[in-house]
């Protein structure tokens, strides 16, 4: 089994990112996320709670409700987020943001990703799966935050993409997979820090305020885009109307993230996210995807302030 003497800092200097992005592995990186977005146009969401183990009879349909092993087990890793939240809840203290009760919380879900995850990879019988359960598992505990400084940020969401991103390399995943990946996985996590974000009033890591895209998520909008992609009913400004919001929320991500800050930031949308806003006076969700992949890797994979906190090992080197 792998130990954290196998993962190192790669990302030191502008000349290492410039390998980085020259890299075969980055390009593998570009590649998964563009088949996650393919994965999910014209896909609508379905409530999480409907999602079901598929048994051997059920394989003959293509049912999407149902979830292969491996994408299951990972779902259940994930849900147990909320668990460990339940249990860890926020100290009373002098601050108002940075609730330390949130470090217990990383504790606790540690603990449950070393005991869950190893049994979850074994379940899938590749050979020799346990070598890289040390890497596959350090992301998953660094998507969810930063223990010491109490914050969240898109890092840390890139973290839990490259934690996708590993167990598709080693064929935990197989491509029928991607859509839950995104729509199951992803939507699950993304519930997960939410709640994060709000028990514990972790501080946004590295937020550019209302100048940025969000201040702690952006899959969440690239995979929105995706989703909505050569829909021609549902409009780009349409993510002005409250009433559309309210409607198209439990269907489409890039509806539910708006909703969402709707709900945590009192000002007016084109205040609180003029960058958003301002996308929305682009003619087709196609070339908002396309811009917003664009945008993610000169913003997060490209990122020197981002990539240097990430660690490199077998599964993802350069």
């Not at 190192?8 to 990112?17: G, M, V």
């Not at 779902?75 to 909320?82: A, D, R, S, V, W």
């Not at 064929?171 to 939507?187: A, E, G, Q």
């Not at 409009?235 to 439990?250: C, M, Q, V, Y």
Request: net charge neutral; glycine share 4%.
């Amino acid at each position: 089994m792998g130990d954290v003497n196998s993962l190192s800092y790669k990302i030191i200097n502008d000349e290492s990112i410039i390998r980085f992005t020259k890299s075969s592995i980055y390009n593998d990186i570009i590649e998964f996320i563009t088949n996650l977005n393919k994965s999910v146009v014209g896909v609508e969401m379905k409530p999480l709670e409907d999602f079901k183990l598929c048994n051997e009879n059920d394989m003959i349909n293509d049912n999407f409700l149902l979830l292969s092993k491996n994408v299951y087990n990972i779902f259940q890793l994930i849900k147990n987020m909320n668990k460990c939240i339940d249990s860890c809840p926020p100290i009373n203290q002098s601050s108002r943001f940075g609730n330390r009760g949130f470090q217990h919380f990383c504790d606790a879900y540690y603990k449950e990703v070393d005991e869950y995850l190893p049994h979850a990879l074994s379940e899938s019988n590749i050979p020799n799966i346990s070598d890289h359960t040390y890497q596959i598992s350090y992301y998953l505990k660094n998507s969810i935050g930063n223990k010491k400084r109490i914050d969240y940020g898109t890092g840390h969401e890139l973290n839990f993409l490259l934690f996708l991103f590993c167990l598709n390399k080693i064929n935990f995943f197989i491509p029928s997979d991607y859509k839950h990946l995104v729509l199951v996985l992803y939507r699950q996590y993304l519930e997960g820090v939410r709640k994060v974000q709000i028990i514990y009033t972790v501080e946004p890591a590295g937020s550019r305020g209302a100048w940025g895209l969000d201040d702690f998520q952006f899959l969440v909008f690239l995979f929105g885009a995706a989703q909505l992609s050569y829909n021609r009913k549902i409009k780009t400004d349409d993510i002005e109307k409250k009433e559309l919001l309210e409607l198209w929320a439990p269907k489409y991500l890039y509806f539910d993230a708006l909703k969402y800050i709707s709900m945590i930031k009192h000002a007016p949308f084109h205040e609180s996210s003029q960058m958003l806003y301002d996308i929305s006076g682009v003619e087709t969700w196609e070339k908002i995807c396309n811009g917003l992949l664009k945008m993610y890797q000169a913003e997060i994979i490209q990122k020197r302030q981002i990539l240097q906190h990430i660690l490199f090992g077998n599964l993802i080197d350069f």
